[in-house]
């Protein structure tokens, strides 16, 4: 029986040293693997021409680039972009892609559905298969940049990279990392790290780890000014309350002066969205550095839900951008593909206790 082969997109730097020194040839073809895979996109070995016949044998022996199979691909009306890709196990993961005048902003999935199941969020409605691996998170780029026409002879048009997509990144946190450093890597994609953010619901001990091992833009999921109605938004809440992420996310800009938190809010009518509850907010938030995104409520079906009105949403903002704290209100993109934040869904095949659907498919983010 043959040995299984290592799918080199698992692989950050370090990793393809590794397995370079262990079938035989130099640390520098690690380079020149990384340079072929990401950034010309490349998962026939025959086509890396700078590496010898002896060593192409070897990779194909070996070796393999396998990406997910993409089973959907849709474009918004307003230019947005959602794939569906099929991942091991028959689960389906989602990623969108965003285009802007200045920028393409990727968001990427970290899981197969989610445990935190915050109430307002699709995906955690789904329930939760497992991690994906690093290789099924660097995917989702490998396959938009090819898709998109990044790399020679075309446009490098995914400029960010977010991890907001399906699953809670710091609950995967040795795969997300090292995900991450192959996305910071100049031989790969290069992407500086204020380009690539990292959105948590809260999980404090990975904040502090991630601030030591990897720092990049870090967004907090808040969505609620007090403990008691996050409690009810956020169920993570209740082990990691307020006080404590804040005090984690000053740890995280602490001897940073330029770094902000993001904190994200999404704006549900009558829940979170009172003149009240914009002033609880600039009180908690005055000693952090930070700004706050506004999201209007995207729904989805079954929701309880409803997106405040405009006026409420500029009401809150107004209210915010009076004491100093930075605020923008995220315009709403690809609802129409189902490709909006709190949307994603992609197909979970639940494995948590809390459901006992042996499969769920909803339409999206």
């Known amino acids: 029986m043959s040995a299984e082969k290592t799918n080199l997109l698992n ?80 689960s389906a993961i989602e990623t969108v892609f965003i285009p802007e005048t200045d920028r393409g902003t990727l968001c990427i999935s970290s899981q197969a559905g989610c445990t935190l199941n915050c109430a307002f969020c699709s995906t955690g409605h789904q329930g939760f298969n497992r991690n994906l691996t690093t290789g099924e998170i660097v995917s989702q780029i490998w396959l938009a940049s090819k898709l998109l026409g990044h790399g020679p002879g075309g446009t490098r048009r995914i400029t960010n990279v977010v991890l907001m997509g399906m ?8 795969n997300v990392v090292a995900a991450i450093r192959i996305m910071l890597d100049d031989l790969a994609y290069g992407l500086s ?32 000014p007090n403990d008691k109605l996050r409690d009810e938004l956020v169920p993570l809440n209740k082990k990691y309350p307020i006080a404590e992420l804040l005090d984690a996310c000053r740890r ?50 079954a ?39 709190g949307q994603l869904a992609g197909r979970v095949l639940d494995r948590t206790r809390r459901s006992r659907r042996p499969a769920s498919t909803v339409n999206a983010e």
């Not at 990144?169 to 040795?174: Q, V």
């Open 11 to 90: 692989l950050d730097h370090a990793g393809l040293e590794a397995f370079v020194a262990e079938i035989g040839e130099k640390p520098f073809r690690a380079k020149q693997l990384l340079q072929w895979i990401h950034q010309h996109g490349v998962d026939d070995f025959d086509a890396m021409t700078n590496l010898s016949k002896e060593l192409r044998a070897k990779l194909k022996e070996r070796a393999e680039i396998r990406a997910p199979k993409i089973v959907m691909d849709q474009l918004a009306h307003d230019g947005t972009r959602k794939w569906r890709l099929e991942i091991d196990g028959g």
């Open 193 to 224: 790290r204020r380009r690539v953010t990292l959105s948590t619901a809260g999980v404090v001990p990975m904040i502090d780890r991630l601030r030591a091992e990897c720092p990049v833009s870090l967004a907090v999921s808040l969505h609620a």
């Open 167 to 174: 699953g809670e990144p710091l609950l995967n946190f040795d």
């Open 303 to 341: 929701t309880r839900f409803k997106r405040s009105s405009q006026e409420a949403i500029d009401r809150f903002r107004d209210v915010l951008i009076a004491e100093s704290l930075t605020t923008i209100t995220r315009k709403t993109r690809g609802d129409d593909i189902d490709a909006a934040c």
């Open 252 to 301: 995280y800009c602490a001897d940073a002066p330029r770094i902000k938190v993001t904190f994200e809010y999404v704006m549900l009518e009558g829940v979170n969205d009172s003149v009240a509850h914009a002033r609880e907010l600039v009180r908690l938030l005055s000693d952090v550095p930070s700004k706050v995104n506004l999201i209007p409520f995207n729904p989805f079906p």
